[in-house]
C-alpha cells in the first residue's frame, strides 16, 4: 500500500487547512487510517485515527475539538481537516495504515503497517 500526503503548507495562527491522503495498491476498507505529526528531535505522537468503515474516530487530546478526521472509501482517501490551528500545531504530519481487525484502532505508531512520505505543516504566529 502506498500513501501520499497532500494540503499541507504555511498558515496564520488561527487558520485551517485540510490533509489528505491518498491510498494505492491496495485494499483500502482492510486498513484502519491514522494521523501522526512529528517535530525535530521528537517521537512521532499521535492525532487522530478512523476504523475501517469510518464509523469510529478517536483524537489525541490536544486536537480534540479542532481537529476532524474522515474518510472517503470510494475514492481511498483520507482525511484531516484542522481548524483553529496554533504554532504548536506545526509540524510534519503522516498518515498511516493499521490492518486492524474490524472495527479495532489504535494510537500505537508501531502498530501500522504503512507510512506515507510526510508533509509538512507550518502555522505562523
Known amino acids: 500500500v502506498q500513501l501520499l500526503e497532500s494540503g499541507g503548507g504555511l498558515v496564520q495562527a488561527g487558520g485551517s487547512l485540510r490533509l489528505s491522503c491518498a491510498a494505492s495498491?491496495?485494499?483500502?476498507?482492510?486498513?484502519?487510517m491514522g494521523w501522526f505529526r512529528q517535530t525535530l528531535g521528537k517521537e512521532r505522537e499521535f492525532v487522530a485515527v478512523?476504523?475501517?468503515?469510518?464509523?469510529?474516530?478517536y483524537y489525541a487530546g490536544s486536537v480534540r475539538g479542532r481537529f476532524t478526521i474522515s474518510r472517503d472509501n470510494a475514492k481511498n482517501t483520507v482525511y484531516l481537516q484542522m481548524n483553529s490551528l496554533s504554532p504548536e500545531d506545526t509540524a510534519v504530519y503522516y498518515c498511516?495504515?493499521?490492518?486492524?481487525?474490524?472495527?479495532?484502532?489504535?494510537?500505537?505508531?508501531?502498530?501500522?503497517?504503512?507510512w506515507g512520505q510526510g508533509i509538512q505543516v507550518t502555522v505562523s504566529s
Open positions: 495498491g491496495g485494499t483500502f476498507t482492510s486498513y484502519a
Open positions: 498511516a495504515a493499521d490492518a486492524a481487525p474490524i472495527m479495532a484502532v489504535t494510537t500505537l505508531p508501531g502498530q501500522y503497517d504503512y
Open positions: 478512523i476504523s475501517k468503515n469510518g464509523g469510529y474516530t
